[in-house]
């Protein structure tokens, strides 16, 4: 199977702090693909250089057989993203949102309407297409938030814990859109969560990451046989250790200031 994400010999150092060390890992196609780790691990700085918002200090990516370093911006148009944080403009409707994506994206206009209907009737949200998204539950806008990355036909979708907050009832809901857009289009997907078992019931293959390196991948079932473990929870701390992670989250504050700096 063809492989539509390609890390090879990621690196990223903000300063003195090596973030990402040598990290390289490759997507299939069609794949469901869960990245897992600790906080201050080094996956979501692994997730911007993947979605183009960190260029790497060293390093390939390729999506979609696009060098995503080179060719940034024709590399977005190969994947959508739900990010961690809220990025819809509480002061628009849900149709304003998706026609401002459009516009961002280029979207021919004679298909713009027809995509926008497809895809919120898809998360059950096209009956509230004109209601301000300020008065949406924090699980209307994570629907809302996944049609809108959808909405140029990417070939990838890119989520950073797209759940995380969220009660169960949602939870489950939102992962069965997710499956069944996987299983209707073949779209490839990416997610970080850290729910331990929505990685063991929904991906297919997993990475995890510590200390900015990959320290292993494989199936939820393989990597509990790997460790003897009963759960992905119990083989995910066999291979992290238990340890709160206090140098690491002093660890992620120091990142945050290289980054805040190397960005200006």
């Keep these: 199977m063809d492989n539509i994400i390609r890390a090879q010999n990621l690196i990223k150092i903000f300063g003195t702090l090596t973030a990402v060390d040598k990290v390289t ?15 201050g691990a080094g996956k979501t700085t692994t997730i911007k250089m993947l979605t183009t918002l960190l260029r790497p200090t060293s390093g390939a990516i390729e999506l979609s057989g696009v060098d995503a370093v080179s060719h940034p911006e024709k590399a977005r148009k190969t994947f959508g993203i ?51 998204v300020k008065t949406f539950s924090g699980g209307m806008k ?27 009832q949602t939870r489950n809901k939102i992962w069965e859109y997710v499956k069944n857009l996987n299983k209707q289009t073949r779209i490839t997907v990416f997610f970080t969560t850290h729910y331990m078992e929505e990685a063991q019931s929904v991906a297919q293959r997993i990475a995890i990451m510590d200390h900015g390196k990959i320290i292993e991948t494989g199936t939820a079932e393989g990597l509990m046989e790997q460790t003897k473990t009963k759960s992905l929870e119990e083989a995910f701390l066999k291979f992290t250790g238990t340890a709160l992670r206090d140098e690491e989250a002093s660890g992620v504050d120091r990142l945050r200031n290289h980054a805040r700096r190397w960005t200006r």
């Design 142 to 168: 994570r629907r809302l938030e996944i049609a809108r990355g959808l909405l140029h036909n990417p070939e990838i979708l890119f989520l950073d814990e797209p759940t995380s907050g969220l009660d169960p």
């Design 82 to 132: 739900v990010f961690q944080d809220p990025s819809l403009d509480d002061e628009l409707t849900a149709m304003e949102n998706m026609e401002f994506h459009a516009v961002l994206y280029s979207i021919p206009g004679n298909e713009v309407n027809s995509r926008i209907e497809k895809l919120l009737s898809f998360v059950e949200l096209w009956d509230r297409r004109n209601e301000l």
């Design 25 to 39: 890992f490759s997507v299939r196609k069609g794949e469901i693909f869960a990245f897992l780790g600790p906080n």
